[in-house]
């Protein structure tokens, strides 16, 4: 529900955690929806952390930790049809770094994959009203539906770039 999506949309899909965090409470529940999931953020002391929540669940081989920074990510291009990067960006340090971190997520994210990002915390005006407004219009309105489900990672930068100049 919270991602809008089928329920098996996840199965068999190859998922990255952007910043993932010690508790790992995205990564637990993309492989209990299916799917093969890694998680990173930076350093490495939180993977051991990663790895005991992951165990406190019952344990999975379909997550795997690493380090990694999302304007410099060590993975392949187009190595996840699902990228998650849930409240990363706001740490970042200027709208460069930010630049640095769309172009990075959308170069591992495969053709037709989906990049899901959330750039602060819980609650806010946007979480509460403007983004169940988008979903609604997204699952009602079939032009802008498609508009969004075809938009090309290559064009994120721009479409970045018009909004920086709202």
Same mark, same amino acid.
């Given at each position: 529900d919270y991602?809008n999506?089928?329920a098996d949309?996840?199965?068999?899909?190859?998922?990255?955690?952007?910043?993932?965090?010690?508790t790992?409470?995205?990564?637990?529940k993309?492989a209990?929806?299916g799917a093969t999931?890694v998680?990173?953020?930076?350093?490495?002391?939180f993977?051991p952390? !990663?790895e005991?929540?992951?165990a #406190?669940?019952?344990? *999975? /081989?379909?997550?795997? @930790?690493?380090?990694a920074?999302v304007i410099?990510l060590p993975?392949?291009?187009?190595?996840?049809?699902?990228v998650?990067?849930?409240?990363?960006?706001?740490?970042?340090?200027?709208?460069?770094?930010?630049d640095?971190a769309?172009?990075?997520?959308s170069r591992v994210l495969?053709?037709g994959?989906?990049?899901?990002?959330v750039?602060?915390v819980?609650?806010?005006l946007i979480?509460? !009203?403007?983004i169940?407004?988008? #979903?609604?219009?997204? *699952? /009602?309105n079939t032009? @802008?539906?498609?508009?969004?489900?075809?938009i090309d990672?290559a064009?994120?930068?721009?479409?970045?770039?018009?909004?920086?100049?709202l």
């Amino acid at each position: 529900d919270y991602f809008n999506v089928e329920a098996d949309f996840f199965k068999g899909k190859k998922v990255l955690d952007a910043g993932c965090g010690d508790t790992a409470k995205l990564s637990i529940k993309f492989a209990k929806l299916g799917a093969t999931v890694v998680g990173c953020d930076l350093g490495e002391d939180f993977i051991p952390i !990663a790895e005991a929540s992951v165990a #406190r669940w019952g344990g *999975s /081989n379909a997550i795997s @930790f690493e380090s990694a920074n999302v304007i410099d990510l060590p993975f392949e291009d187009e190595s996840f049809d699902f990228v998650c990067c849930h409240g990363v960006l706001l740490h970042l340090a200027d709208f460069e770094q930010v630049d640095m971190a769309f172009s990075e997520l959308s170069r591992v994210l495969k053709k037709g994959g989906a990049l899901y990002t959330v750039y602060g915390v819980v609650g806010g005006l946007i979480e509460k !009203a403007i983004i169940p407004a988008v #979903r609604e219009y997204y *699952s /009602n309105n079939t032009d @802008f539906r498609v508009f969004i489900d075809n938009i090309d990672t290559a064009d994120f930068a721009s479409i970045y770039e018009f909004s920086e100049r709202l």
